[in-house]
């Protein structure tokens, strides 16, 4: 059995969203809390096929101690972004009511002249909860042909 190693709650949220929505066997998922814990939750799964998913800051973490890797960039949100588009995933944040609240963001002076996805990773992280809630909704509003390149590798090597 494979353990996919992943660095935090939303990136397992993600995957399992994806997995189930496939129609997998739901992957066994560790979430090691940033990618310093790779190198613990490796030595803790010795003789495990292990798998990761991390941002790109952090691949190196990763690639120390797993010999398969799969690499956001720069993250798991842009990745969404980049797979759904600006407007679906306004649009899924208009769903929730937030809109407003992520336009608000928008103006703020230092936010005004940032290219419309680096608002929405402040917006995905600049509230507690948001990466997890936003990943398990994006994960469910993407098209099943237009999965994250490195989400559908991983997928796909399970």
């Keep these: 059995m494979s353990v996919v190693l992943v660095e935090g709650e939303s990136d397992r949220i993600a995957v399992e969203t994806l997995a189930a929505r496939l129609g997998m066997r739901m992957p066994r998922i560790r979430v090691v809390g940033g990618s310093k814990g790779a190198r613990r939750a490796a030595a803790e799964l010795s003789g495990t096929r292990l798998l990761g998913l991390v941002d790109r800051g952090e691949r190196a973490?990763?690639?120390?101690?797993?010999?398969?890797v799969f690499v956001c960039d720069p993250d798991l949100e842009a990745e969404f972004v980049r797979a759904l588009g600006?407007?679906?995933?306004?649009?899924?944040?208009?769903?929730?009511?937030e809109l407003d609240?992520?336009?608000?963001?928008?103006?703020?002076?230092?936010q005004r002249d940032r290219p419309v996805e680096a608002q929405l990773a402040r917006f995905?992280?600049?509230?507690?909860?948001?990466?997890?809630?936003y990943a398990?909704?994006?994960?469910?509003?993407?098209?099943?042909?237009?999965?994250p390149p490195p989400l559908a590798a991983l997928l796909a090597a399970l």
């Design 86 to 97: 600006v407007a679906a995933v306004e649009a899924v944040i208009a769903e929730q009511g």
């Design 124 to 133: 995905f992280g600049g509230r507690s909860g948001n990466k997890a809630r």
């Design 136 to 147: 398990r909704l994006l994960a469910e509003a993407v098209p099943l042909e237009r999965v």
């Design 61 to 68: 973490d990763f690639e120390r101690v797993l010999d398969t």
């Design 101 to 110: 609240s992520f336009r608000g963001l928008q103006r703020q002076p230092f």
